[in-house]
């Protein structure tokens, strides 16, 4: 048995001293308790740390990360999403599998540093640039589940469903490696992906005891089932690969409501909004997460709420890309769980994502603290809201994505990061200021140990093979761009 002992521990939305997180050998949390307790556990001091659940980061697309500053320009009379979106093509119909592995390295060491043990990665990436599947029909997934491996990441590779431009709209060749164009086709490709990450030869080389083996392969790596979005699956396919997801206990992720174009599409093609759409045909359920849904009316929320779907917001994407502000207030008004993504890696820090949710309410609404009266969560009243965005940040996206950490308690693996409390950025803070602080303040260079299933990943800030990683990408994007 293994005892992290830090000076600060949170625990029930609180920090408290004193307390020392046990893990077994297999990395799994054995107990929380006081460090008088402890009796001939291996010790691992850490002073002036406090110790949180690792955050799961529950929408990605790792390879758009070579396109980091290079979409900051106006390329037309008005800028978009769209005219971004045609950069972000020009780098997805290049990138060859050994890119997408290096890349994927990028976005994951990122995510490391920043305290992101979990990530669900939505995965749209299948073919060889003239839209021709490799001879394994997953190999850029694989190269991306590799990657996370390597990185020490959990992740949910949700696969997507991707079948054409839009309604009545003509095929666009930079879509060609993203299509399946049946619900045949791509549930049998992800049949056998799934086959291959429950086959323990994933973690070969790590693991010896079979039985561990089995358990740890499908902790570490798992399969999730993701429309693209209305725009770009036809609704029987849609309903086809839901009712696969329903039955097999999957999560759905799906873009909605992005953008005001895709709803005006959609009443277009459907005669109905696409909230309307997803409720009235019963795609909804506590297993789907919605990614953005912003362009959304105060009347369709509570029939969303019903369902037990959550909301899946990015706001340093969505403020990046200007596509609006996710009615958060709304959403928990109405009871529907928020989590958090980094989405196109503008910047990978979900502290930034979770504070951003409620910053945008307050320029919009010109008030503070707009979502603190929606707080249900039991904690002192001045961290309430760091409480409940912090939450969004854990066991929120851990319920979205369905990975098994989100916060620290017995029976779950020991995923987490330590914080310096000498940290200039939240340096001073008392015991009942440190969430807050965190949560609105604190800097990434204030996550100094990452730990998943109780093994460091990240250590003194560094994560264990930073320098290989960064270098080879830095090769990627010469190679890319020049
Ligand atoms: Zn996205």
Redesign the pocket.
Known sequence: MIAWIPDLFYLNRRFEGGVALVCDEAGTIARVAPVEELRDEKKINLPRRAILPGMVNA?S?VFQRVIRGKTEHRTSQRDSFWSWREMMYSAATRLKPEDIYDVSRMAFLEMALSGITAVGE?HYLHHAPDGKPYDDPNLLAKEVIRAAGDMGLRIALLRVAYARSGFETEANPKQFRFIEADSEIYLRNLETLAKSVRSPTVREGKLTNQALADARASDTVWIGIAPHSIRAVPLPYSKEVVAYADEHDLKVHM?VA?QPAEVSACIEEHGRTPVALLVTEGLLSERFTA??AIHVTPKAIPSFARTGAMVCA?PT?ERNLGDGVVPAEEYLKNGVAICL?T??HTQIDLLEDARELEYHLRLQKLERAVLDHQSQVSSLKSQALASLLFDCATVNGARSIGAPSGSLEAGKPADFFTLDLDDPSVAGASTDDLLPAIVFSSSRAAMREVVVSGKPIVSEGQHLIQEEVVERFTELQKRLWS
């Open positions: 929408h697309h939505f873009h992005e990614v953005h990015c994407t993504g989405d196109s």
